[in-house]
Protein backbone atom coordinates (compact mmCIF):
# COMPACT_ATOMS: atom_id res chain seq x y z
CA UNK A 1 0.00 0.00 0.00
CA UNK A 2 1.68 3.44 -0.94
CA UNK A 3 1.74 5.89 1.58
CA UNK A 4 2.82 9.84 2.09
CA UNK A 5 2.97 10.80 5.06
CA UNK A 6 3.69 14.88 5.07
CA UNK A 7 4.85 16.87 8.24
CA UNK A 8 6.65 20.10 8.92
CA UNK A 9 3.28 22.68 8.52
CA UNK A 10 2.73 24.89 11.33
CA UNK A 11 2.26 28.78 11.79
CA UNK A 12 5.09 31.15 10.37
CA UNK A 13 4.75 35.26 10.30
CA UNK A 14 5.26 36.64 6.31
CA UNK A 15 8.60 36.48 5.56
CA UNK A 16 9.97 33.31 7.35
CA UNK A 17 10.51 29.80 6.64
CA UNK A 18 9.18 26.34 6.54
CA UNK A 19 10.94 23.20 5.58
CA UNK A 20 7.74 20.24 4.61
CA UNK A 21 8.78 16.38 4.05
CA UNK A 22 7.09 13.83 2.67
CA UNK A 23 8.16 9.96 3.58
CA UNK A 24 6.81 7.51 1.18
CA UNK A 25 6.34 4.80 1.59
CA UNK A 26 4.91 1.19 0.21
CA UNK A 27 6.15 1.84 -3.77
CA UNK A 28 9.00 0.54 -5.85
CA UNK A 29 8.18 2.58 -9.33
CA UNK A 30 11.08 3.71 -11.32
CA UNK A 31 9.67 6.06 -12.43
CA UNK A 32 7.13 9.01 -11.04
CA UNK A 33 6.63 12.43 -10.31
CA UNK A 34 6.51 13.31 -6.86
CA UNK A 35 5.93 17.02 -5.18
CA UNK A 36 3.39 19.06 -3.80
CA UNK A 37 -0.16 20.26 -4.16
CA UNK A 38 -2.10 22.92 -1.94
CA UNK A 39 -5.47 23.94 -1.28
CA UNK A 40 -6.55 27.90 0.27
CA UNK A 41 -9.70 28.55 2.08
CA UNK A 42 -12.03 28.78 -0.62
CA UNK A 43 -10.13 28.11 -3.24
CA UNK A 44 -9.52 25.10 -5.88
CA UNK A 45 -6.17 22.77 -5.45
CA UNK A 46 -3.87 23.80 -7.00
CA UNK A 47 -0.25 22.38 -8.20
CA UNK A 48 3.05 24.07 -6.44
CA UNK A 49 6.00 22.12 -7.12
CA UNK A 50 6.70 18.81 -8.89
CA UNK A 51 9.50 16.34 -9.39
CA UNK A 52 10.88 13.80 -11.81
CA UNK A 53 12.42 10.39 -10.63
CA UNK A 54 14.12 9.85 -13.73
CA UNK A 55 15.49 13.02 -14.83
CA UNK A 56 14.78 15.54 -11.73
CA UNK A 57 13.13 17.93 -14.07
CA UNK A 58 11.15 20.46 -12.14
CA UNK A 59 7.68 22.07 -12.17
CA UNK A 60 6.94 25.46 -10.11
CA UNK A 61 4.06 27.12 -10.29
CA UNK A 62 5.03 30.71 -11.10
CA UNK A 63 3.41 32.48 -7.94
CA UNK A 64 6.35 29.98 -5.96
CA UNK A 65 9.31 30.43 -8.60
CA UNK A 66 12.37 31.76 -6.54
CA UNK A 67 11.31 30.89 -3.33
CA UNK A 68 10.06 27.39 -2.97
CA UNK A 69 12.85 24.50 -3.59
CA UNK A 70 11.77 20.85 -4.24
CA UNK A 71 14.52 18.20 -3.09
CA UNK A 72 14.14 14.89 -2.25
CA UNK A 73 16.49 11.58 -0.71
CA UNK A 74 16.27 8.61 -2.78
CA UNK A 75 18.01 6.97 -0.08
CA UNK A 76 15.29 7.63 2.99
CA UNK A 77 12.13 7.87 0.18
CA UNK A 78 11.55 11.87 1.66
CA UNK A 79 10.76 14.81 -0.36
CA UNK A 80 10.88 18.12 0.82
CA UNK A 81 9.70 21.27 0.22
CA UNK A 82 11.76 24.27 1.48
CA UNK A 83 9.38 26.98 1.66
CA UNK A 84 11.44 30.97 2.00
CA UNK A 85 10.18 34.17 1.65
CA UNK A 86 6.72 33.12 2.86
CA UNK A 87 3.49 35.25 2.27
CA UNK A 88 0.04 35.63 3.60
CA UNK A 89 -1.43 34.05 0.10
CA UNK A 90 0.78 30.75 0.88
CA UNK A 91 -1.62 29.69 3.56
CA UNK A 92 -2.90 26.41 2.59
CA UNK A 93 -3.17 22.32 3.59
CA UNK A 94 -0.15 21.36 0.90
CA UNK A 95 -0.45 17.88 -0.15
CA UNK A 96 2.06 15.27 -1.08
CA UNK A 97 1.44 13.48 -4.32
CA UNK A 98 2.92 10.62 -6.72
CA UNK A 99 2.03 10.02 -10.09
CA UNK A 100 3.30 6.99 -12.28
CA UNK A 101 5.07 7.84 -15.26
CA UNK A 102 6.50 6.58 -18.34
CA UNK A 103 10.08 6.87 -18.43
CA UNK A 104 11.38 10.64 -19.25
CA UNK A 105 8.16 12.15 -19.46
CA UNK A 106 7.71 15.61 -19.41
CA UNK A 107 5.80 16.80 -16.27
CA UNK A 108 3.03 18.31 -17.84
CA UNK A 109 1.58 14.37 -18.13
CA UNK A 110 0.67 14.32 -14.20
CA UNK A 111 -0.37 18.00 -14.31
CA UNK A 112 -2.94 17.35 -17.16
CA UNK A 113 -3.88 13.68 -16.04
CA UNK A 114 -3.65 13.99 -12.23
CA UNK A 115 -1.80 12.35 -9.57
CA UNK A 116 -2.23 8.25 -8.17
CA UNK A 117 -1.67 8.54 -4.39
CA UNK A 118 -2.13 11.42 -1.87
CA UNK A 119 -1.33 12.30 1.58
CA UNK A 120 -3.62 13.60 3.73
CA UNK A 121 -1.39 17.03 3.83
CA UNK A 122 -0.28 19.33 6.43
CA UNK A 123 -1.77 22.90 7.06
CA UNK A 124 0.71 25.97 6.59
CA UNK A 125 -0.58 29.36 8.06
CA UNK A 126 1.31 32.32 7.00
CA UNK A 127 0.73 35.70 9.30
CA UNK A 128 0.91 38.95 8.12
Known amino acids: EVQLVESGGGLVQAGGSLRLSCAAS????????IGWFRRAPGKEREAVTL????????YYTDSVKGRFTISSDNAKNTVYLQMNSLKPEDTAVYYCAVALIAPNSNLSIPLYYGMDYWGKGTLVTVSS
Open 51 to 58: ISSSDSST
Open 26 to 33: GFTFDDYA
